[in-house]
């Protein structure tokens, strides 16, 4: 469960605070946990109508490594990445440090904890798509159904935890490096699908461009959500406007630079009138 930023660190915004070194609301460790723990209920709920077969041991397994992940979010978010060593993170939520390890081999990890099943999902969504449909319109409809969990919670909880994470991700030089792996691990799959559906390599120019091209649009989607929280968005309203803004980018790919720089010429013919 993540919901990451980009680039350098911006202008503190109004209304925030410095906490930890990551820019964050007045928010405790513990109401923090508190909170990230409601979000991880309203997604079980999906999860378990989504996979009824689910075994216990998986179950368990699952449900561990979220309590791991979202204490670790909490104690990075309040005190600084750097500040929080993996054996109080053991210590918080009772486990060894060699089953931590197994459920997360870095401290990065346990903040973008959902990476590989957000690749899968659009990995799927590329290869699984049927005849006739557009690959921009494949992969923006997986990307909008991943986000779909924030609409089983209260808009404000909602806007916070996404806002925490971005803020932490943002201000983390080791979380925003790792995002840039996630986002080339995401390129690269996006390719080989592509390249395979066209009998190409991945290593040739058009999946490539293509691939980096589609997980360009996760950052758009991750940017605008931040962008229309900040702005006062909530619910039905900041959906619909992440929505526009993604499908807008994904419109760029498939009419391709062309249609940008004929905008970008009129703009400059307008602007010099």
């Known amino acids: 469960m993540s919901e990451p930023g980009s680039g350098a660190a911006g202008p503190q915004e109004p209304g925030e605070r410095v906490l930890g070194g990551v820019i964050a609301e007045e928010t405790g460790e513990e109401e923090l946990i508190d909170r990230l723990?409601?979000?991880?209920?309203?997604?079980?709920?999906?999860?378990?109508?989504?996979?009824?077969?689910?075994?216990?041991?998986?179950?368990?397994?699952?449900?561990?490594?979220?309590?791991?992940a979202d204490a670790a979010t909490a104690m990075f978010a309040s005190r600084g990445f750097d500040a929080v060593k993996v054996s109080e993170i053991a210590d918080r939520v009772n486990v060894s440090m060699k089953t931590l390890y197994n459920y997360f081999p870095t401290k990065e990890s346990m903040v973008l904890d959902d990476a590989d099943e957000l690749i899968e999902s659009?990995?799927?969504?590329?290869?699984?798509?049927?005849?006739?449909?557009?690959?921009?319109?494949?992969?923006?409809?997986?990307?909008?159904?991943?986000?779909?969990?924030?609409?089983?919670?209260?808009?404000?909880?909602?806007?916070?935890?996404?806002?925490?994470?971005?803020?932490?991700?943002?201000?983390?030089?080791?979380?925003?490096?790792?995002?840039?792996?996630?986002?080339?691990?995401?390129?690269?799959?996006?390719?080989?699908?592509?390249?395979?559906?066209?009998?190409?390599?991945?290593?040739?120019?058009?999946?490539?461009?293509?691939?980096?091209?589609?997980?360009?649009?996760?950052?758009?989607?991750?940017?605008?959500?931040?962008?229309?929280?900040?702005?006062?968005?909530?619910?039905?309203?900041?959906?619909?406007?992440?929505?526009?803004?993604?499908?807008?980018?994904a419109e760029l790919l498939e009419t391709g630079l062309a249609s940008l720089s004929r905008d970008t010429q009129t703009g400059c013919r307008n602007g010099s009138t």
């Open 37 to 68: 723990r409601r979000v991880r209920h309203a997604e079980e709920k999906r999860h378990r109508a989504d996979h009824p077969g689910e075994g216990l041991r998986e179950r368990k397994r699952r449900l561990t490594r979220h309590l791991i």
């Open 122 to 249: 659009l990995a799927a969504a590329l290869r699984d798509r049927q005849a006739g449909m557009r690959v921009t319109d494949a992969f923006v409809g997986a990307l909008e159904a991943n986000m779909h969990e924030f609409d089983l919670l209260d808009d404000e909880l909602a806007a916070h935890v996404a806002m925490t994470f971005a803020a932490l991700v943002k201000q983390t030089p080791a979380l925003n490096a790792h995002w840039l792996e996630i986002q080339d691990r995401l390129a690269r799959v996006a390719a080989e699908q592509l390249a395979l559906q066209a009998g190409t390599e991945p290593t040739d120019p058009q999946p490539t461009v293509a691939g980096w091209a589609l997980a360009g649009l996760v950052q758009v989607d991750m940017d605008s959500r931040a962008r229309h929280i900040r702005a006062g968005r909530r619910g039905a309203q900041l959906r619909d406007a992440v929505a526009s803004d993604v499908r807008q980018a």
